[in-house]
């Protein structure tokens, strides 16, 4: 037989998603554990002084100094999860907030101009509106699902462009290839916040993203325990760029949180794809509901950006939005009988989770600018967990059944 028609064995380089969530990243120590090590130490010795000042100069791969600059288990995350998306490196985060102003913050300074998406999550927009000015840095905020006005607010030597990929709560799409080909046009570069999406229905970095930002708070931990953060991108970008802020800033993983979350991406496209078959069940049951004044799934076909959700999207996320014809009132009531969902503010648990946005994540926003982002009275985020989904979709009937 010649032999490359022998049968062989998958290298690692070829692995698909599943095996590198298992296996990537895997630093053993010499006690040979099946489950990964917590290094759970801010820091490292030396056997000698010439070691330590060798170290100080340039760390090996294998050779870490302190914790806010790195730790083995930390590191065991990064790569899995860099692994995972086809990016040359990851530096994890303390949270998906520290993740958002580290890669913000180290490449920009006053005088740079950054044009973002306006529907966002309310922290972002706080970097982005509230702290960045501070600093000197203009941001033009435009309507992300109008290309028009991506390209009108563009100009040369724009440095960034900012994004999350489905916006929360009215889970509008971007489209990320159009928007990166204008952005890459006047050289800026293009950070998504693909939190909505996941990294296991979209690969933003294939669709022109240059930096990858994730909450791992919500779908890579999925059971409610930890925050982290984590930013994706080029070598370059991650240990010039990112590294040194993130390092001398504080905004480090801790390396428990690390082995929690590499715990969690081993199940992470078992658990997504679960979540978001709920998701895809509840929106089509639900759609035309009459006490509904509208359904907000990506793969619907009212959504209005079916198209770009069915391009670069394998699927619709595990969040849908409903938006109660009641106003407040009736939400408050559908809230306060559901009997599986919860109410609370996390998504991508396996708990399903309900939120109204108005009056929590976005009670901030002033009611014009919650009314130019959809917002309304009425509009329920709802988290689908791992519960069984007709029980879920049960529950939702049933309350919705109260007013
Ligand atoms: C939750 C979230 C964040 C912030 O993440 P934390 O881990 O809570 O700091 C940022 N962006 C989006 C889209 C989120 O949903």
Redesign the pocket.
Known sequence: MADDLKPHHPSREDWNARTRLVHGGIRRSQYGEVSEAIFLTQGFVYDTAEQAEARFQKAGDDEFIYARYGNPTVRMFEERLAGLEGAEDCFAAA??????NGALSSMLKAGDHVVSSRA??G??LYILEDILSRYGVEVSFVDGTDLAQWQAALRPGTKAVFL?AIS?PTLEVIDIRAVADLAHAVGAVVLV?N??ATPVFQRSLDLGADVL?Y????HIDGQGRV???AILGTREFIRKTVEPYMKHTGGSMSPFNAWVLLKGLETLDLRCRAQAETAARIAAALDGHPKLARVIYPTLASHPQRDVSARQMEGGGTVLSIDISGGQEAAFRVLNALRIFTISN??GDAKSIVTHPATTTHQRLPDAQKAELGITPGLVRVSCGLEDSGDLLADLEAALALI
């Open positions: 949270s998906g907030m520290a993740a958002v966002l999550f922290s972002c999350e929360n916040d939190v909505f930002i909450s791992a708070t919500k925050l982290g953060g996390n998504l």
